[in-house]
């Protein structure tokens, strides 16, 4: 299978991974809503039996829970995937949730994830939010911290996740980073302009995370669907839940629909071979919370669009172009 080398490192990934974020379950500030951990198990074991060679968590998924699940669903594996997961979110005792970036507290979670994962080393340790107000102040040490968890063993690589250029400016001037995580899909495009540029010139890897929108491009997703959603699924406070930008999302994917169709793909497989369309993107990471979701992704990783297609997209974009956000963790 394709495999893509991550930015400076020697990992060489699929394109794309297994995103543990869902899985963490419920009860939490940015949960899913409920999850059926035996469900998320079988999950990351249809996703590695299919090929995909790496996995995406981090400690603050259903607050530890997350990382849990994927060692329990590594138990007794001959053929180990590749561990991602990332700091820098911590938790108080009611579960609320906060950015913290200081050495002690960067090295308190490196051995708690360790612990969790019941692994001697992470492959990819990231920085996972920059300081709250995208400010610069705490970069430097935090980043300096990271290199010495590099330098010591427990971790074999270092990024950040939902960093912008100037704060990748700033990390990279004391060490090279080896990947950002950033948000990218049809429609939460903002990194094109100059986060995408500045990884390329870097050699920083790209593993764009929510590629599907969260759900909202799998073909899945309907009106009802979105109604029914659980009280403690965080997408119930997303304006790309709510109209009027769910109309709109919702016609994108019936456009994914038929693109998909001349090919006997998915709407979801098209919405992430959109975003696989730029070399500058190693890979994407997608989520899933059963096995019969992962079967309905993995065909994407060997789908490509055509120029005409990604055009045909474009065009619609630009006819129904609104402002919008999401929710990112």
């Not at 070399?279 to 993995?298: D, K, L, N, W, Y």
Request: net charge neutral; proline share 5%.
């Amino acid at each position: 299978m394709q495999q893509r080398q991550l930015g400076n490192s020697n990992l060489h990934i699929t394109p794309i991974g297994f995103g543990a974020w869902a899985i963490g379950g419920g009860g939490w500030a940015f949960a899913w809503g409920p999850q059926d951990d035996q469900q998320s198990i079988r999950a990351i074991r249809r996703a590695l039996d299919l090929g995909i060679n790496w996995i995406d968590t981090a400690a603050v998924y259903g607050l530890g829970h997350s990382e849990e699940i994927v060692a329990r669903a590594l138990e007794g594996r001959a053929n180990r995937p590749l561990i991602f997961t990332k700091c820098g979110l911590v938790w108080d005792a009611q579960g609320r949730v906060s950015n913290a970036l200081s050495p002690d507290s960067i090295r308190r979670e490196c051995e708690a994830s360790l612990r969790r994962l019941k692994v001697d080393a992470i492959d990819l340790y990231q920085l996972h939010w920059p300081p709250e107000g995208d400010s610069l102040k705490g970069i430097e040490e935090a980043w300096t911290t990271m290199t010495e968890l590099q330098r010591q063993g427990k971790v074999r690589w270092i990024g950040v996740s939902n960093f912008n250029a100037e704060q990748m400016e700033l990390a990279h001037r004391i060490a090279p980073i080896t990947s950002l995580q950033p948000p990218y899909s049809l429609i939460h495009r903002g990194i094109e302009a100059d986060i995408l540029p500045f990884c390329e010139r870097q050699n920083i890897g790209v593993i764009a995370y929510s590629p599907m929108a969260s759900g909202l491009l799998t073909g899945a997703m309907t009106r009802e669907r979105v109604a029914r959603f659980p009280q403690d699924d965080w997408r119930r406070r997303s304006p790309d839940f709510q109209e009027p930008l769910l109309s709109r999302n919702l016609a994108l994917v019936e456009r994914l629909r038929q693109i998909g169709a001349r090919h006997g793909r998915s709407p979801a497989e098209a919405a992430i071979a959109w975003v696989l369309r730029l070399p500058v993107v190693t890979a994407a990471i997608v989520g899933a919370r059963s096995a019969e979701q992962v079967e309905g992704f993995t065909g994407a990783m060997d789908f490509r669009l055509s120029r005409s297609e990604q055009q045909e997209l474009e065009d619609f974009l630009r006819q129904q172009s609104s402002p919008g956000g999401e929710a990112h963790i």
